[in-house]
């Protein structure tokens, strides 16, 4: 089945820092979600964009849907251990609204 | 307001035996959907429904049927349990925002062995 392609695999970060993720796709999207998902979890919605070019953030994340409409990124600003997660990113394609997901970024956050 | 929730949240079964998955959305969705999520695979979606008395298959629905006889309701059935079926599964619901978009809200999920 189609998968977005999600970069990096995986993250190891200082707390403080930045971390930026990112998702393509050879299929243009008219939604890109990006969700995070703890251990044991089910996914939670961090951030939604419905318009090409559209720029959105959620307290210290901040989430661009590309002007091509076939990539989105995210980004986290002075990560702090509760960051730690998988990061997934989905995109919703036109006519009925199916999520099509990324593989995912795994962060880790250092003390 | 509990969104999405899922029973049972863990279960074994032997291989061969059934068993049904309850998903329930109390925000008036018209869309649900069931996932399996595997080890670096990602979510792949099993079976949705685009409202009550309609389903569909999706990427990986051999092995699986669903019913929505209610709204507020997603069932998954397992009629002959393999080890392959092994996996987490979620349950989501979205409704669509004319002229914006969709989001899809997920349940906590239920984990599934196979044995």
């Known amino acids: 089945g189609q998968q977005l392609n999600q970069s990096p695999q995986s993250m190891f970060i200082q707390e403080g820092e930045d971390v930026s993720m990112n998702c393509t796709s050879s299929?243009?999207?008219?939604?890109w979600l990006w969700y995070k998902q703890d251990p044991g979890e089910g996914p939670v919605l961090l951030i939604a964009l419905y318009k090409a070019g559209e720029l959105t953030s959620n307290g210290r994340l901040t989430a661009q849907f590309g002007i091509t409409r076939k990539d989105s990124f995210l980004n986290i600003s002075a990560s702090i251990p509760s960051d730690v997660g998988i990061y997934f990113c989905?995109?919703?394609?036109?006519?009925?609204?199916?999520?099509?997901f990324g593989t995912g970024t795994r962060l880790l956050v250092s003390p | 307001n509990a969104g999405v929730t899922q029973t049972p949240k863990f279960r074994v079964l032997k291989t061969g035996q059934s068993m049904t998955l309850l998903c329930a959305q109390d925000m008036n969705h018209e869309y649900m959907y069931w996932y399996r999520q595997d080890p670096g695979m990602g979510l792949r979606l099993i079976h949705y429904s685009v409202g009550e008395g309609t389903t569909a298959k999706g990427e990986v629905p051999d092995g699986y049927n669903v019913s929505r006889l209610k709204k507020q309701n997603f069932l998954l059935g397992l009629e002959s349990a393999a080890p392959s079926q092994t996996s987490v599964y979620f349950c989501?619901?979205?409704?669509?925002?004319?002229?914006?978009?969709?989001?899809?809200?997920f349940g906590p999920g239920t984990r599934l062995l196979v044995l």
């Open positions: 989501a619901s979205s409704t669509p925002l004319a002229g914006v978009g969709e989001t899809q809200y």
């Open positions: 989905a995109g919703l394609g036109t006519g009925f609204q199916k999520l099509v």
């Open positions: 299929s243009i999207f008219n939604t």
